[in-house]
């Protein structure tokens, strides 16, 4: 997750808390003489739970990418530091064909056509 959709989580979790915050508020002062607690803390503690579930997430998903990281590390290879890069369809292909005709004549043939 990138800080673009960091902040637009956090931006929509922040209207939601307002839009929730003002609800609970209209819905309090339709009660009638009842103490009422004031909007502003009110969004306040919503923002709040926003906060700590986007925290929990990003916490979550940074978790997730530390494993991917450690494992692309670990994961061997002799390009050291390098990044992984997947071989395209073409090139599995031709190496399976290879690897399945080796030993064959047609390897020699497969061979002498791609040079």
Do not use: C, W
């Given at each position: 997750?990138?800080?673009?959709?960091?902040?637009?989580?956090?931006?929509d979790a922040k209207?939601?808390?307002?839009?929730?915050?003002?609800?609970?508020?209209?819905?309090?002062?339709?009660?009638?003489?009842?103490?009422?607690?004031?909007?502003?803390?009110?969004?306040?503690?919503?923002?709040?739970?926003?906060?700590?579930?986007?925290?929990e997430e990003t916490?979550?998903?940074?978790?997730?990418?530390?494993?991917?990281?450690?494992?692309?590390?670990?994961?061997?290879?002799?390009?050291?530091?390098?990044?992984?890069?997947?071989?395209?369809?073409?090139?599995?292909?031709?190496?399976?064909?290879?690897?399945?005709?080796?030993?064959?004549?047609?390897?020699?043939?497969?061979?002498?056509?791609?040079?």
């Open positions: 997750m990138n800080d673009e959709e960091k902040k637009k989580l956090e931006e209207k939601k808390a307002e839009e929730e915050a003002t609800k609970a508020a209209a819905s309090k002062q339709d009660e009638g003489n009842k103490p009422t607690t004031t909007p502003l803390i009110d969004i306040a503690h919503a923002a709040a739970k926003r906060m700590e579930k986007a925290n916490g979550r998903l940074i978790k997730r990418q530390e494993d991917l990281e450690q494992r692309r590390a670990l994961g061997g290879g002799s390009q050291a530091g390098t990044p992984y890069v997947e071989p395209s369809e073409e090139e599995r292909k031709k190496k399976n064909a290879k690897e399945f005709f080796k030993g064959t004549q047609l390897e020699k043939d497969i061979e002498a056509a791609n040079k």
